[in-house]
């Protein structure tokens, strides 16, 4: 069984996406190269945004984390979609813009943005910052004070659940860099501050609780919290906020043991909690953000290498080095990520042969993955990594002064580039 359902195995033994032979591809464009499918894209967004409406009586907004996979493209096929965008940086801002995505659907992340990046976010009138400290605060309302504009801000909590594990804890005190805390009263006093501060506004709370999480309760557990404290506010301050963003992190699947429950479901969940914790606490209900990144771009992307050679060290391990790494997939040396593997041009053998797929780069801890079994792999074959759309790409670099891949949008049968390959120019366009 393959990871993701746009892949499968056509006539000839090849493994196909969206309908189109990967080794045609790798031919077609060179490698290594990132192939994504349009049509998995808009589907998984297209999934996230019903049942906000089935659920939310649509009273809410679906935001990519652009930071999973983030070009001027994707951000023009979320514009399409009628999707929200998260960004982190003033790339991903400057990026968004470029592409012409409406500003107002633009929540900006970050624990440490510069007085350069808020600057862009005020002057593009985007549409919701989200502030995680009171410096941040101070700052964000003097500058906005400056350029003559008003913003609206949502304060970034740590709702005191961590995801980041198997199962989920709820613990007094969270070790993150990330927002103001609950327990210690640091987070009721950045409201009081946001609703005295000039120049913004406070619309809403946000919390994100982790990342490739399979269970529900910790996302109704957050929702909980959030909504608890909301109604503190408005018991205490007499002030009602508007927006509770829940983030992101949904699960996918990227091996076999991995087992995501359909997206549909975390926000009927999540809905019943966020109903029956407003009824119980008098509050009203909250327009609901959420910010799927990996979800939406993860499954639909996968990376094409050739094998350049296998290496047989009897008694120890068989390494079979393909012509990119770390350099385009950083996952595994980074979290030793988990990732599906398949000889392109033989996927419909059996894989009986183990071996550790190893990068270019000159790091031994520069692999793919370790004990993977393959079918037969051959210097010249072409492998295939499955469900790298998110954070490949994105978190590629120029290690060894190697060119990022390409990125080729599939839809309808059709491959075209939305990245282009970087040149040995472009790798020294900006040396002196
Ligand atoms: C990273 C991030 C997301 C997206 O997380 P995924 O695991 O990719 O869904 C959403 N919101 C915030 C604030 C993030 O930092």
């Known amino acids: 069984m393959l990871v993701s359902d746009n892949l499968g195995v056509n006539e000839k033994g090849n493994l196909t996406i969206g309908g189109m032979d990967t080794v045609e591809l790798a031919n077609d464009f060179g490698t290594p190269l990132y192939v994504m499918d349009e049509e998995k894209i808009v589907e998984s967004c297209r999934k996230f945004k019903s049942s906000m409406d089935k659920f939310y009586n649509g009273n809410g907004m679906v935001c990519y984390a652009s930071k999973a996979f983030c070009c001027k493209e994707m951000c ?54 989200v502030v995680d400290n009171l410096e941040e605060l101070k700052r964000l309302s003097e500058l906005a004070g400056k350029l003559h504009k008003k913003s609206n801000i949502m304060l970034r909590i740590k709702p005191g659940i961590d995801a980041h594990t198997h199962s989920f804890i709820m613990t007094g005190q969270i ?18 501050l946001s ?89 009203k209900m909250p327009y609901i953000i959420i910010e799927p990144g990996r979800s939406i771009a993860a499954p639909a992307g996968i990376t094409l290498y050739k094998i350049g050679s296998v290496k047989e060290i009897p008694g120890v391990r068989n ?59 051959q210097a010249g074959d072409t492998l295939a990594v499955l469900a790298t759309g998110a954070y490949n790409y994105s978190m590629a670099s120029n290690y060894n002064r190697i060119s990022r891949p390409p990125v080729v949008m599939i839809s309808g049968g059709k491959a075209r580039v939305i990245v282009k390959r970087e040149s040995l120019e472009d790798l020294i366009k900006n040396d002196v």
């Open 195 to 283: 609703c005295e501060s000039e120049n913004v506004t406070l619309k809403g709370l946000h919390c994100h609780i982790g990342s490739q999480i399979f269970e529900l309760e910790p996302f109704c557990a957050a929702a909980e919290v959030m909504l608890k404290f909301i109604a503190k506010i408005k018991n205490e301050l007499g002030f009602e906020i508007d927006d509770l963003d829940l983030g992101g992190g949904f699960g996918i699947k990227y091996v076999e043991d991995n087992k995501p429950l359909p997206y549909e479901v975390y926000m009927e969940k999540v809905s019943e909690r966020v109903k029956s914790c407003c009824d119980e606490l008098k509050v």
């Open 76 to 129: 023009r096929i979320m514009a399409k979609e009628g999707m929200g965008l998260d960004v982190v940086s003033e790339g991903e801002l400057f990026t968004a813009i470029s592409a012409g995505f409406p500003t107002d659907k633009i929540c900006f992340h970050g624990n440490n943005k510069t007085d350069s990046e808020l600057t862009l976010a005020l002057s593009y009138g985007v549409g919701r910052i």
């Open 175 to 192: 070790d993150s860099k990330f927002g103001f805390a609950l327990e210690t009263g640091e987070a009721f006093e950045a409201v009081k």
């Open 319 to 377: 390494y079979v080095s393909v012509d990119g790494g770390m350099c385009d997939n950083p996952r595994y040396i980074l979290y030793q990520s988990e990732y599906d593997f398949e000889i392109a041009n033989k996927a419909s053998k059996a894989k009986d042969y183990k071996c550790t797929v190893a990068g270019k780069c000159c790091e031994s801890g520069d692999l793919l993955g370790k004990d993977i079994m393959l079918q037969n792999p």
